[in-house]
């Protein structure tokens, strides 16, 4: 297979660094998107020909594609990253996207089911697989045309777990590796899954010179599952790596010193009120954040500790994601029910218990992270969670840390959170009530150090670390 680019170093995931929206006009409007892959692969430097391949995911991504005949992004939209935008048919995309990565395999990593009456894995299910199989196929066959001869490959998260082992069937000559954002199901959870579709997506990351985890937990079931599911002696070929993500501190404290934050924090200390104490949490709605069951320990703190009532401010964020589900809609309304509920119930005249805002707004969320005195971040189940490492970062006094012990983060940062069992209510509101009275100064110190845990890894480390472990053979 001939090589379109030649480039040297390749990133392959489902959602990528832009995104276009159609105006009212047909016009096209390229939205650039953050996170740790974007502020990693910019760390390779312009010397280096590095490529992305990723979904065109709504219209305007694909009219972009179209404009732009199949072939790279332009620059000036995508902020000089050479991006190949793939315009998978959108029922496949559809049914590999909201139908597998999404109702499958996100729900059994993060052991989401309700299991009495699911998963059900019936004809359509085998339906959406194979669009799955063909979504993965088209990613292999790009990068597969992409890439240089040996280049290096990142291929990320549980949307492509069948492409490393396509890919290796195309090109041989490619270093290939595997990274999962996400948990890895325990063996017995995972085993959920029909017995050959639990092998394909193991051998399918079995393709891989090297599959990578956020945590040595999450690395460890996967070769759990590996000798349960492929037996023994697997995986062979295949080296499992560990690399913490952690947050950018250069970033976020010079983003959050910017007029647009200061302007919002002087209306959410509106909404706050004067000299109240403030439990703040961001997060996208998930179904594993655990947004409902913080905001029940939340009630509880006020019904046990009533001396808080007209004293601290619930900030809770819930910005949409995945709202094609009906299943998400679904829990970011009882989001909503639940924190009017406790509004109606406990609020005053001047006191708002709860401030919920769902939609999305980077800078309110800064905002909310200078104002936090506690952290609250329960995750029923969580790959790493990055909050966790940016509030005690940006803070102005510091904050105390409610840390979910099953988040990733939590092997990094257990030492000076304050720890819940996700599920426990009670424990979680008396945990809210000690992270409450902590000492200013124990809360500075601690803040201080869970900031230095949470920016040891940072984005561009995390990427090149994973670089150069594909040419070492013994990490
Ligand atoms: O946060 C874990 C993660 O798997 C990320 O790696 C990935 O970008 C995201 O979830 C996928 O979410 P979405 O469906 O919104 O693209």
Known sequence: ?????????????????????????????????????????????????????????????????????????????????????????PEVFAAAYNGIANSVLWFVHHMLYQTPLEPVFDAEFRRQWAAYEAYNRAFAKALAEEAGEGAAVLIQDYHLALAPRMLRRLRPDLRIGHFSHTPWAPAEYFRLLPDDIAAELLTGILGADRAAFLTRRWADAFTECCHAVLGPGIPAGTRIGVHGLGADADFLRERSHRPDVAERMAALRAEIGEGRRTIVRVDRTELSKNIVRGLLAYRQLLDEHPEWREKVVHVAFAYPSRQDLAVYREYTAEVQRVAEEINSAYGTPGWIPVVLHVKDDFARSLAAYRLADVALVNPIRDGMNLVAKEVPVVSDEGCALVLSREAGAHEEMGEDALTVNPYDITGTAETLHTALTMPAEERAERSKRLAAAGTALPPARWFLDQLHALDDQSS
């Open 1 to 89: 297979m001939s090589s379109t680019h030649g480039a040297e170093v390749l990133v392959a995931s489902n959602r990528g660094p832009v995104s276009y929206e159609t105006g009212e006009d047909g016009s096209l409007r390229a939205k650039r998107g953050g996170g740790g892959l974007v502020s990693g692969l910019s760390a390779i430097g312009p010397e280096t020909n590095a490529v992305w391949v990723c979904a065109a995911l709504g219209d305007g991504d694909r009219a972009a594609v179209r404009r732009a005949e199949g072939g790279l992004l332009p620059e000036a939209d995508t902020g000089g990253q050479r991006v190949r935008m793939l315009d998978i048919d």
